[in-house]
């Protein structure tokens, strides 16, 4: 028998609204030897990212959802720490969908499992700015998005890690970032820090007034993360010819019913020039996974691309961690540190 006990965290009952106590529960096990072709992984950072919340739910998208007693899904940064795979050796760091788990044994059927180099940035970033929320910020943005030099982008979620790269990438690009973000400590690090040309904080009122002031010239591309009130106030001031990379709506994920929300699709649809809008998912550009991957990180490394994380500490503290991720408790992205 492994010398190794896996504690992870399984999907027990599908939540019905917000989650509650027994929705997700903390268990372990042994680790089993491993078979010829294997490899064990020992997880040192799981991401916490909103996708998760519908994949509790028993409906119909992109992905299948997590199955009653599975390893609730995620993606990781991990070390090999035994291997009987002749492409992964001791010591190799990897991102991997291992899900909230310490350890996970993975073999050649899996695909989505690449190798990081630390190149002088922290490996957790690998979960967040130049991981697959920072790819997804970049593609949304610039290959459905199509933002030209001096046009308006406005970002939901700002100060996270798909807002976050999407506001620097749209100034990178000679364009006018504006973000939208919870709290007057969210908005002044997106200006100040982040170098957005405005911020504005929706929850303090009169949200259409503010983005009227701080999108003077109306907007061209609107980058939806949230949904609701916001998509709404947004919907009003969208230019003739814009564009709308839908990458979620948060603001839904907790509802007890969401086949019954007012999503972004709705409230951009009826309008009576509805912008260029779709649903988008970062794996649609899978094949430039590396190359999106280093550009990131080389932003990173050179100070280019700014970002802040919030760190819970050990597995028995991700499902809290989680609960207040979707409320936007977390500053930046919500990562769980797991081992050094």
Known sequence: MSQYQNRSIILSKRPQGELQDGDLTLTSTPVRELKDGEYLIQILWLSLDPYMRPRMNDTESYVDPVAIGDVMAGESVGRVIESKNENFSVGDLVTSYSGWQEYYIADDTETMIYKIKPNGIPLQAYLG??????????????????????????????????????????????????????????CRYVVEELGFDACVDYKEGDLLEKLKAACPDGIDVYFENVGGDVTKAVAQLLNKGSRAPICGYVSAYNSENIGQVETPFHILGALPEPPEHRFFVVTEWQDQHQELTELLAEQVKSGKLKYRESVAEGLDNAIEAFKGMLKGKNFGKQLVHIAD
Do not use: N
């Open 129 to 186: 700015v130049a991981g697959m929320p920072g790819r997804t910020g970049y593609c949304g943005l610039t290959y459905v998005g199509k933002p030209q030099a001096g046009e308006t982008v406005v970002v939901a979620a700002a100060s996270g890690p798909v807002g976050t790269v999407v506001g620097q990438t749209a100034k990178q690009l000679g364009c006018r970032a504006v973000g939208i973000a919870g709290g007057p400590e969210k």
